[in-house]
């Protein structure tokens, strides 16, 4: 199935609903379809092979979705986030693209491309022009994303029509929202959740407000004033929008029914506070990969309030959980001998289904002969099905030839009421090979005593897993979707030169 028939199908079902709103642009379903349909036209008319847009979103992300379909050609948003180098480099990977971007990105394009078009520019050609369309191939390539390159480059993930309508319409009813649904998007454009949420919410009815540049304040002010029903965040996000609510003595957006959060792990405390704080919302903790078109597993509401306080600590528990697969994904944990491995034994994640891709330009498909995906994810599955994310697997600390997953100790430390943020990182180091050290962003007003955080972690696991050093930061280094980029954390340790503030 074409990606272009979703917008065909929302159009047909209520053409005069509003589908999107981007600043001071409002369109229906039925507006979309006809600026698609000319947006094929300007494509179409380019004799590009491929389309790249450089940008912060908004409108211009789905209609260069469902126009790029109806021009028969591949779609790519490009992180406009990197350096002009970046931003070329990516570019010009891709092949023959017509490259759309932002006026404040036209200078980080250079040369790059078959031809290059403002977006104003692109929008005012779409309105006057003659439409193409055509339907895609639903075996063919419909998008093309870059992984976020945080452990090493960036690859170029292939994903097909049907990778992408397979994954929507297994898990989304069409026509299903209310008339007064309304759909938050504030994750960028080049990400798989940006892509997802264009399709699904169009899908599903519900109007999509977005927000291209994200600001806590300003994402509380257009969920009340748009009567915003559900929105995605990531935790950093979350975080702020958190302590935005937390200062204010307005309603707690009454509007607000569920808010699901993903894009990397988020800590057990600031989950139980935004429960406390929106005790009316429903929360998903969604977990996916570039690869997978999106969610594989999803920590529903219900699943939420029934492990938030519960005296069970298996079931409490569960709230550090990504939840249970979605319909049409199988998962598997596995040793390293490719042995499947039973409920509570921890090792590599794979999955499989019609929405997995595993597929790269220039390398080819990566799945196995029974079509599994290896997601390169530590994982468990509990005796009830729930999955747990260990973390990558690049990112184990071999410490004494013991191996060490960060995840673990990140969950004990994030617990430490003097500790806001944390992550867990090995350094080389010429006695173990790799030490451990813990960087730690104090909590508000917190002076955290490195022998106490340490001995705290001691106290919950072995001597063995306990920080060799402590290192206290203002912030982490993260990407848009709240991954840590521990390899910036690594490179900015000296480990011959302990800090202040650390302890050996």
């Not at 469902?66 to 050609?73: E, H, L, Q, T």
């Not at 935790?235 to 808010?259: A, F, K, Q, Y």
């Not at 997995?356 to 509990?382: H, K």
């Amino acid at each position: 199935m074409s990606i272009s028939l979703l917008l065909e199908m929302a159009m047909s079902g209520d053409p005069e609903r509003v589908a999107v709103v981007s600043g001071d642009t409002r369109l229906t379903a039925q507006e979309l379809s006809d600026l698609a349909d000319g947006a094929a036209g300007v494509i179409a008319e380019s004799d590009a092979d491929h389309v790249a847009y450089v940008g912060a979103g908004g409108v211009m992300l789905p209609l260069l979705l469902f126009a790029s379909a109806r021009a028969g050609k591949t779609f790519t948003p490009i992180n406009y986030r990197l350096s002009a180098d970046g931003i070329q480099t990516l570019i010009e990977r891709l092949p023959a693209p017509l490259v759309i971007a932002d006026a404040r990105y036209a200078d980080m394009i250079g040369a790059t491309g078959k031809a290059r078009m403002d977006s104003q520019d692109f929008l005012t050609a779409a309105r006057g022009h003659e439409p193409a369309a055509e339907f895609a191939d639903p075996d063919s390539v419909g998008v093309v994303l870059f992984t976020s390159g945080t452990t090493s480059a960036p690859k170029a993930v292939e994903l097909t029509h049907n990778n992408l309508t397979s994954y929507v319409t297994g898990t989304v009813e069409f026509a299903s929202a209310d008339e007064s649904d309304a759909a938050l998007i504030c994750v960028p454009p080049y990400h798989i959740a940006g892509v997802i949420a264009a399709l699904s919410n169009l899908y599903a009815g519900r109007k999509m407000v977005y927000l291209p540049n994200f600001d806590a304040t300003e994402w509380v002010r257009l969920v009340r004033d748009e009567n915003v029903t559900t929105a995605t965040v990531v935790p950093t996000m979350l975080d702020r929008i958190v302590r935005v609510l937390e200062s204010g003595d307005e309603d707690r957006l009454p509007s607000l029914r569920n808010l699901a959060y993903g894009g990397s792990k988020v800590g057990l405390p600031l989950v139980r506070k935004a429960l406390e704080l929106l005790p009316h919302v429903g929360f998903v903790n969604a977990y996916g990969l570039t690869e997978t078109s999106s969610t594989i597993a999803v920590l529903t509401p219900d699943d939420h309030r029934a492990a938030f306080g519960n005296a069970d600590a298996d079931a409490a528990k569960r709230l550090g959980s990504v939840g249970q697969p979605v319909p049409g994904i199988e998962v598997q944990i596995r040793d390293e001998a490719g042995n499947v491995l039973g409920p509570g034994e921890t090792g590599e994640l794979f999955v499989r289904g019609e929405q997995v891709s595993g597929r790269y330009t220039g390398i080819g498909s990566v799945l196995d002969e029974q079509g599994w995906f290896p997601t390169r994810d530590v994982a468990m599955l509990d005796d009830a099905g729930y999955l747990f994310i260990g973390g990558r697997s690049d990112d184990t600390i071999i410490r004494g030839g013991e191996n060490i997953a960060p995840a673990e100790l990140e969950d004990v430390l994030i617990e430490h009421p003097h500790v806001h943020e944390v992550a867990v990182v090995g350094v080389e180091d010429p006695q173990w090979g790799q030490a451990i050290v813990a960087v730690v962003v104090p909590a508000d007003g917190a002076e955290p005593d490195p022998d106490e955080l340490r001995e705290y972690v001691r106290k919950a696991l072995r001597g063995s897993r306990t920080p060799d050093r402590v290192v206290f930061r203002d912030e982490l280094p993260t990407n848009a979707t709240g991954k840590i980029l521990r390899r910036e954390i690594v490179a900015s340790l000296d480990p011959a030169q302990p800090e202040k503030s650390e302890v050996k």
